[in-house]
């Protein structure tokens, strides 16, 4: 069965390299000219010694044109194998080339949840280094098991024809060979897998290690990471020397049962010719195929190794590959234009792990271009809710409606061409400035950009910068302060100019001075957008339409600032709060416990 399913697998992933057939088949055209180029040397060679063998002195001519033959010969291979060299790395570089982006589009498409429980560099290697690992599946083993198929089946057809008796003599021990083949192909390719996973593990610490380098130098760990980089690397090697150590056994019995094989048929050559039963010129030929058949026998002993290899790899991208999306369109999904931005929750439950909900039956209504604001303590469920709206996560249970029609039924892309997020964990590109602000975009113009800038009060600081709107940032903007940070991100929503806003913690990184230029942004672009405002700085919140307080996944009070400061609440205590400290923080949040009802659902 598990054959079978290695058959199936191989073979899928050649499916993949049938865009390069042309290169494949010019690669198997010139390894079959190179396996008769070799199958001709011996017999001229065979040839020649006849010649010599007789001392007939004109015969030189004839002994000339086997010469310039067996010239011609070795000149085709050479040819032959400069050509197949080539075509067969043309095919097999596109390939790998072809199956990295297959691998890193699938993974665009799964939904978040599948990156939560994976580290970056373990995907990285499985996006880079396991598909390099099928170059020498296309470029060598393919090739060469054809090549040596080719030449294993002419080269025993040739013995038998020069002497059925020594011929039969080299067989007897290639059952031997082709049984050590088979079971060193089931001890070595877990081992191969294996050692594939700790060299992803060794990617992801590495990866996280440069991502954490500030962390790192700042709390004096560079001596621990070290250590735990070393023993990562350790293990990668001591498991590729462990499977490698199998084929320091293993390669050696192939080689010693082809020697045994040669030992075997010479002596029983040199009997046979004692008695007369075979001519030198036929022994000699027979002796030169027969160094050739130990060739394809070697080789395709080495070539068990690569292809094990191989295999590991193609498992484990195909792990990857049968993974689908939890999200997932339907069949001919509604593709909308704008929207008009209204946005129902019709009791919501959702969970990341089974039984612990997030969110308990929350329901609201946003109408087109009013402005929502959900506050309450961390882990409430609050950005959960901007997950949900992004269709990044679906519903456990009950509906959430865009424009009064289920969002299971619109086109990811539709969806997302409608709604703008500014997130709370911000990422930028190591690109510029405008780069970054017209990201979601398709060729703004650059008068477009600086508007959006503009927006979102970032124009200043931005101007300031030695190159203004083409300074590169670094990688996930290093060299920007949060709140600058927080206004390319809101520049580069803006940009977008979508019905839907939503706003997660948009000012939760900025001083009081970049709040207040971030509020003036904030008034004046959701006057036209439907805006969800996820805050815990209320200021940033007083004149929304309506402040839903979320506490255990449920709301728990709904209302105006007003109505809400009236209930004296969870929410007035809140705000009290705030007025007396000037601001209010995550621990200042959670510091309400006691649940209280005010208008609530």
Not at 11 to 21: E, N, T
Request: glycine share 6%.
């Amino acid at each position: 069965m598990k054959e079978k399913k290695t058959t199936a697998l191989l073979f899928k992933m050649l499916s993949y390299a049938r865009p390069y057939w042309k290169f494949m088949l010019l690669t198997v055209i010139s390894v079959v000219m190179i396996s008769l180029s070799q199958l001709v040397a011996p017999m001229l060679v065979r040839e020649m010694v006849a010649l010599v063998t007789t001392a007939d002195l004109e015969l030189v001519r004839k002994a000339l044109m086997i010469g310039i033959w067996l010239a011609l010969a070795y000149l085709g291979k050479s040819l032959f194998q400069g050509a197949r060299t080539y075509f067969a790395h043309r095919a097999a570089w596109d390939f790998v080339s072809d199956v990295r982006i297959r691998l890193y589009k699938h993974m665009q498409d799964l939904s978040l949840g599948f990156f939560h429980n994976r580290q970056v560099g373990q995907l990285l290697s499985r996006v880079v280094n396991d598909p390099a690992n099928l170059e020498v599946l296309i470029a060598h083993v393919v090739p060469d098991i054809i090549v040596n198929i080719v030449l294993l089946v002419g080269i025993l057809v040739l013995l038998f024809f020069i002497n059925p008796i020594l011929a039969g003599i080299s067989m007897i021990f290639l059952p031997l060979i082709f049984i050590s083949i088979y079971r060193y192909s089931k001890i070595v390719r877990p081992l191969f897998k294996e050692s594939q996973q700790s060299l992803s593990e060794l990617n992801a610490v590495v990866a996280e290690d440069i991502s954490g380098i500030r962390e790192i130098q700042a709390f004096n760990k560079q001596g621990k990471e070290s250590e735990r980089v070393t023993d990562h690397s350790v293990r990668y090697a001591n498991r590729i020397m462990f499977a490698l150590t199998k084929g320091a056994i293993y390669h050696p019995q192939i080689d010693f049962l082809n020697n045994l094989t040669s030992a075997a048929v010479l002596a029983a050559g040199g009997v046979l010719a004692a008695y007369g039963r075979v001519d030198v010129a036929d022994l000699v030929a027979f002796m030169l195929y027969l160094g050739l058949l130990q060739g394809p026998v070697s080789t395709l002993g080495r070539l068990n190794e690569d292809f094990q290899t191989a295999m590991a790899s193609i498992e484990r991208i195909e792990e990857i590959l049968e993974i689908r999306s939890k999200v997932t369109e339907i069949p001919d999904a509604f593709r909308p234009g704008r929207l008009r931005g209204e946005v129902r929750f019709e009791k919501v439950d959702f969970s990341y792990v089974e039984d612990a909900d997030v969110l308990n039956k929350v329901s609201f209504v946003l109408e087109p271009g009013k402005m929502i604001a959900i506050v309450g303590p961390t882990g409430a469920g609050k950005s959960t809710i901007a997950n949900l709206m992004m269709r990044f996560y679906d519903p456990d249970e009950g509906r959430i409606l865009l424009d009064e029609r289920d969002i299971s039924e619109y086109s990811l892309q539709g969806i997302r061409d409608n709604i703008s997020i500014v997130m709370q964990d911000i990422f930028l590109f190591n690109g510029t400035v405008s780069e970054n602000i017209a990201y979601g975009v398709d060729e703004p113009s650059e008068e477009d950009v600086r508007r959006a800038a503009d927006m979102a009060r970032a124009t200043d600081f931005i101007n300031e910068m030695p190159e203004g709107f083409n300074t590169i940032i670094g990688e996930r903007g290093v060299k920007l302060s949060g709140g600058q940070k927080q206004r390319l991100s809101i520049a580069r929503a803006l940009l977008r100019n979508t019905p839907i806003l939503i706003l997660d913690e948009a000012t939760a990184a900025v001083d009081m001075y970049t709040e207040r230029l971030i509020q003036q942004a904030i008034d004046e672009v959701v006057k036209d957008r439907s805006t969800v405002v996820i805050a815990h700085r209320l200021s940033t919140i007083m004149h929304a339409d309506e402040i839903l307080y979320l506490d255990g996944g449920r709301i728990t009070e709904r209302g105006t600032h007003e109505q809400l400061l009236a209930c004296d609440g969870s929410y007035a205590m809140l705000w009290r709060q705030a007025e007396i400290s000037g601001k209010v923080s995550d621990t200042d949040i959670e510091m309400i416990m006691e649940e209280r009802s005010c208008m609530s659902i």
